[in-house]
């Protein structure tokens, strides 16, 4: 079983800065695109950043220059650090990954069970 684990929220002050980690753990083959999703109140879930298997990064207009999304894939793990952080970034923050469990397997999308971040004017 695969289960993407991600710890970093909190609560910070405006121009602050977090570091969120996901960590795929349980065992698989191969992890191909990796993103960031947040939930902020009254709105929907929205990507704000991704980074493909050949570390191609992107990332939406509103965090673009603030926000940096990295992976170290020996270990399974992707990073989101976060600076600048406006009070408009609050939100549950969400990881996504699109992993291969076996080699002959279709990949599939997976979620971590989001992270609290709060930013305080």
């Known amino acids: 079983q695969v289960q993407l684990v991600e710890s970093g929220g909190g609560l910070v002050q405006a121009g602050g800065s977090l570091r969120l980690s996901c960590k795929a753990s349980?065992?698989?083959?191969?992890?191909?695109?990796m993103g960031w999703f947040r939930h902020r109140p009254g709105n929907q879930r929205e990507v704000i950043a991704n980074i493909s298997k050949t570390d191609n990064e992107n990332y939406v207009n509103a965090v673009k220059g603030r926000f940096t999304i990295s992976k170290n894939g020996a270990e399974n793990t992707m990073f989101l650090q976060m600076n600048n952080l406006k009070p408009e970034d609050t939100g549950v923050y969400y990881c996504?990954?699109?992993?291969?469990?076996?080699?002959?397997?279709?990949?599939?999308?997976?979620w971590g069970q989001g992270t609290q971040v709060t930013v305080s004017a």
């Open positions: 349980g065992s698989l083959f191969s992890i191909d695109a």
């Open positions: 996504n990954m699109n992993l291969t469990r076996r080699w002959y397997d279709a990949s599939i999308w997976y």
